[in-house]
Structure formats: structure tokens, C-alpha cells
């Protein structure tokens, strides 16, 4: 009887061990150190949660490849980037990257990697089996696309730097009884400032100026760089800085569809609050890319100033151009026209409408 039971489960290891299944979901909970992995395989509920070592994942992923004709996974954006979905995709794993959100949708406050990964896992499931809705997806851009989109944000970051050290500037001078504004550190504002303060201030200060002298160099080298690589035919009122800014943060136009997509990525359409017979109209989702929402609201008040033939200007300028029209009318009226030319630079980079359909004013020509 025991030499029955031990061939019979024998046998089912074997036969579990040479079945292969339609699909593998993996939910990855990535950190630093490990990867937390919750498994469903076909339709069945999930595993329990496996945690490896970034050295191991990458040796169990590729077993995982043998057990399946197409194996799923997926993991939120975050710190690590793009590099984790490159290496799946180029063994063979279909995964997506998705946008952070609470995974603990019924608030029963137990919120842990496991429990993270499990909940992906079931997302996803949901996901490959039809429901786009389960996931909402990041897009990947291509390596030239990353790299190019890292300098202009960097260049971001020094912009924000110098902001930062000036204002502890600026703070110190204060707690001793000097108010100063923005540029207090910089040539002759600085060389009177100095012959006002004491000594022991003056060497405090000196150790910002030193280190805002470096900043300043390295941003204005990194602007540099970008309006340079700015085309020479750009509509008027359009820098070669906010152009760049503005195609490294879309990436590719071609990824929209239509133009409720270009819309929805700005973040600048306006939400609604309807149940039943209320409805109520709120402020601007801030849904998207801020980076790209700030340029296109600084566009916009260019736009006023340098394009006043443009089709979209004129729409707008009975509110813009009234002189009694209310700050909070003059601010939906430009959040309106930035949505719409970020709709109008899609149809003109993807050759959808001409400038002069627009009815813009071109340099560079």
C-alpha cells in the first residue's frame, strides 16, 4: 500500500512537473535588496509571496519562461525606472508598468509587501484577461527618449537648487534684520550688500555664494544646451528652452489618438462631481505630467503677447483682453488655452494642421 501512495505521487509530480501552462501572472513588489513575488498560474488564486534577491529573481524568471506559453508580470512605476521592464521584455516576459496607487482600496490597514504584490497579481490578472481598466499602465519610452527627458529635468532640478541655497540666503540675512530679494548673492547687488553687513555674516554668506556660483554655471550650461537643440522654425512666443521641455516630456506625439488623450495627459481638464440630478463642475484634475502642465500655462501667457492672430488667442481674448473681466475668469480663460495648444501642438507635429490652419506667426524661417 505504501509503495502504491509513493508511485501515485510520483507520478503527479512528474505530470506537474512536465505541464506547462497558457499563463504565469507575477506581481512584483520591488525594493533595493529584493523582489516580493506573488504567482498565479492560469486562473487559479494566488501563491503565496516569494521573496528573492535581485541575483535570484532573475534566475527563477527564466524557469518561469519554461512553465508557460506567455508569462505576465507587472510592478509600479517608481525609483527604479525602466531598467527592471527592459531586462523582462528582452527574456520574454510581457510586463507593464502601472501608477502607483493604494493598493489597500478597502482600508483594512494591513499594507505590506505581500500583500502589495498579491493584489498586482490579481490586477493583473483582471488585466490579461480583457479589463484594461484594472491597470493603469505607464508608458515606457524608448532609451534616446529617457536620456534626452533626464537632462531637461535635470536641468530642473539645478533651476530648484539655486532656489533653495538663495532662499537660505536670504533667510540668514533676515534673522539679522536684512531683507533682500531674489539675486541678493550676485555681482554688484552683492558687492554693496557686503559693505553693510559685518564680518562674520559676510564669511556666512560667502559659503552660499560659492556654492550658488556653481549651480548658476551648470544651469545656465544646461539651458544653453537645450535651446540649442530647439529647431530653428518654432511658432512666436515658443522658446527654444519651453519646446524642448515640452517634446522631451511628451516623448512622442504619435502616442495619442486623439485629442482627449493630449488633454487628459496635460492635466488641464476639468473635473466633475455628477451623481443622480446634481452635478458639479471642479477645478482642473491635475491628472498628468506637471512638468508638462507648467510649460504649457507659461506658453500660454506668451501666446497672448506674441501670437494676438493666432485662432486660439482670439477665442479667448474678449476675456483676456478685458480689462473687467475677474482674476478667476482670466485664470480658467488660460488654462483653457494652454489644454487647447498642447491639442494644437499635437495636430502640428503630427502633421494633422499646418501653422498657418492655425493661424500662427512663425520665426525662424
Known sequence: MNSQKLNNSEVRAEQAANKTYQTIKLGLDVHADTIVVVRMLDHSA????QRFAWGKFREWIKTQLTLAHTVHSCY????????????LVALGVANVIVQPVCLDERHTGVNHDSSDAKELAQRLDRYVAGNTHALATVRVPTPEQEQKRVESRQREQLRR????VAAQGRGLLLSQGHREKKGWWAGRR???????LPLWLVARLEVFRRILTNLTTELDAATTQLEAAAPALRPKGLGGL??????????????????????SYTGLCGGVSASGNSRHLLPITKHGNVRLRTALIELAWRLVLWQRDCKLVKKWWPVLGNVKASKAARKKAIVALARQMAVDLWRWRTGRAKPEDLGWTMVGA
Open 46 to 49: 494566488p501563491q503565496p509571496a
Open 76 to 87: 509600479e512605476a517608481g525609483p527604479f525606472g525602466y531598467g527592471l521592464h527592459r531586462e
Open 161 to 164: 537648487e539655486v532656489q533653495r
Open 190 to 196: 552683492w558687492e554693496e550688500l557686503q559693505v553693510r
Open 242 to 263: 519651453t519646446y524642448e521641455l515640452v517634446e522631451r516630456e511628451v516623448g512622442s506625439w504619435d502616442r495619442f489618438d486623439n485629442r482627449r488623450q493630449v488633454g
